[in-house]
């Protein structure tokens, strides 16, 4: 949000900066046609004094106040879209009261009003009408000075013109209403997606990666493999598993699938990606420094876990394993076969070891 704030309020400034350029530009080119036509209503030198500096000065000052608050860090997002949102509501008051004598202008700041609704700040709104209502007053006030003699014409038009920035803050609000209302429910996908897509990547139970989430990160390593980046596949089985859920119950068997997910995620840091493969395997795809750096590293967690002690049982648990190393780009399923026949090999032969692949 705080960047796309951000992306708005250059826009605004940009838009503010060009339409300055275009109003100076129109009001040089009036004021070479009503001098051509002979229709000055003061001297030259008067009518620029009165007529052209005084809405430039008020723009540039209001659009440099706006930009600088914008490009302060401390302030907070709030601040800069007020000062950006008063500079665009400033710029359209300035126009309207300069050439007041076009009615329809003393409405121009319901439009910035209205554009401003964008950032979602009721008080925002509030103040903004309330300067709108100044602005048109202004209008009033410089029009009665400007060209007296039509009181009550411009009392009706200025009866209007609040009428109408009434219309609009109304509107403002129902607009605002509105976005706020999908911003929340943006925000509620979104933050259903990032649930979603952790249950798609994570194991609830153990809390390493998912099976899908594994093959594909798996996939990737293997397809890096080279001589001076070894890959690892190791695929581990916790020993007489069965036996633990039919004595101690499942609740319990979920204990120790627990315990070594958070084993493996702790000892096993970034550089590794571990995945539950199904039940009580689990899969674990090493990357780079050495395949015998991997083996120590499998037989380290592999020694801590039957370490571990259980509040349901004395007899201790360990787990078996097989890896298979690759130093070229290989496929993940033929490399996890070389992995489990090494595994069955550890099983057979006395488990609670790793067994490298041929």
């Not at 998912?210 to 397809?223: F, G, I, V």
Request: aromatic share 12%; glycine share 6%; charged share 20%.
């Amino acid at each position: 949000m705080h960047a796309l704030y951000s992306d708005v309020r250059k826009a605004i400034l940009r838009a503010i900066f060009v339409m300055i350029i275009a109003t100076t530009v129109m009001d040089v080119a009036f004021f070479f046609l009503y001098l051509f036509l002979g229709d000055l209503s003061e001297p030259p030198f008067l009518y620029i004094l009165l007529r052209m500096v005084p809405p430039l000065v008020i723009n540039l000052l209001s659009y440099r106040i706006a930009k600088y608050a914008g490009a302060l860090d401390r302030l907070p997002d709030r601040s800069k879209n007020y000062a950006v949102s008063f500079s665009l509501c400033t710029f359209c008051g300035v126009t309207g009261i300069f050439h007041s004598y076009f009615v329809s202008l003393w409405a121009l700041p319901g439009i910035a009003l209205l554009f401003c609704t964008v950032f979602g700040d009721k008080r925002l709104i509030r103040l903004l009408s309330i300067y709108n209502y100044i602005l048109a007053g202004l209008c009033f006030l410089y029009v009665m000075i400007d060209r007296p003699g039509n009181f009550y014409m411009y009392v009706q038009n200025l009866v209007i013109v609040l009428a109408i920035d009434i219309v609009v803050y109304l509107i403002g609000q129902s607009m605002m209403q509105f976005m706020l209302g999908m911003r929340s429910i943006q925000n509620d996908l979104y933050h259903r997606s990032l649930d979603y897509k952790e249950q798609l990547e994570v194991d609830y139970l153990t809390g390493v990666s998912s099976r899908s989430h594994m093959t594909k990160e798996a996939q990737k390593r293997l397809y890096r493999a080279s001589q001076f980046n070894p890959v690892s596949v190791a695929i581990i089985d916790i020993d007489n598993f069965k036996s633990i859920n039919d004595t101690f119950g499942h609740e319990n068997g979920d204990v120790v699938l627990k315990e070594l997910g958070t084993l493996l995620t702790t000892q096993l840091k970034d550089d590794v990606e571990v995945g539950r493969y199904g039940g009580e395997e689990f899969v674990i795809i090493f990357e780079g420094v050495s395949t015998g750096m991997h083996q120590i590293r499998l037989d380290r967690v592999r020694q801590l876990f039957s370490e571990i002690h259980y509040d349901f049982t004395d007899r201790r648990i360990t787990f078996s394993g097989g890896i298979k190393s690759v130093i070229d780009p290989a496929e993940f399923a033929p490399t996890l076969q070389k992995a489990d026949e090494a595994l069955y090999i550890s099983k057979n032969t006395g488990k609670n070891k790793i067994t490298p692949a041929a």
